[in-house]
């Protein structure tokens, strides 16, 4: 039952999926670069928020006192988007985070942001995927791939999350791509520079 939950998930999460081909006329992808973190953003024609469409994504350089250093990539800190936006946004941004890859909070996660990991993990060929440790270098010695857990435990006590939960986690991972969404976006004239 649980396989069956978990490739309906990944059905939905690909059905519903919108790409660069569904943004309507007037708006765009824009991506503000201003400041220690990045903003990817459904906007309109002048550059701000889309009226018609919500969608953002803002992400930060992770790591930070006690965090670990989690492999120095981006992490999501705040995201929203309607029905179907929020893969074209992160997928964006993991291309905006290049070779640094991006990863999810390690604060706080929805289910829906969950199962957005989950299906980047097991679903996309096209997503370069490197191992995160726990702080307690479960996996490996190296501090640089340490990074907090509290996303990842899912109510699982952390007593009991050992080196298999660290390797099946979606949120244990950095996630890369190359930059084919945003080379399209720009293709198409629906990538905002100002």
């Known amino acids: 039952m649980k396989l069956i939950m978990e490739q309906?998930?990944?059905?939905m999460l690909t059905e519903a999926a919108k790409g660069p081909e569904d943004l309507?006329?007037?708006v765009f992808v824009r991506i503000n670069s201003a400041g220690p973190g990045k903003q990817i953003f459904l906007a309109n024609q002048t550059?701000?928020?889309s009226n018609e469409l919500d969608g953002v994504v803002t992400?930060?350089?992770s790591g930070g006192p006690g965090e670990g250093d989690c492999l120095y990539a981006y992490m999501v800190n705040f995201s929203r988007a309607d029905e179907g936006w929020g893969p074209l946004l992160y997928d964006v941004a993991m291309e905006?985070?290049?070779?640094s890859g991006l990863i999810a909070d390690r604060d706080s996660l929805t289910a829906e942001a969950f199962a957005v990991w989950e299906y980047y993990m097991k679903s996309r060929s096209d997503v370069k995927k490197k191992q995160l440790d726990d702080m307690n270098n479960t996996l490996t010695q190296d501090e640089e791939d340490n990074c907090e857990t509290d996303t990842a435990l899912r109510g699982k006590p952390e007593d009991e999350f050992g080196e298999d939960e660290l390797l099946d986690s979606p949120v244990m991972k950095v996630y890369t791509k190359e930059t084919?969404?945003?080379e399209k976006l720009d293709a198409m004239g629906k990538l905002f520079k100002k």
């Open 8 to 11: 309906w998930r990944g059905y």
């Open 24 to 26: 309507p006329d007037g």
């Open 47 to 49: 550059g701000n928020l």
């Open 59 to 61: 992400m930060v350089y």
């Open 96 to 99: 905006v985070a290049g070779e």
């Open 180 to 182: 084919s969404t945003i």
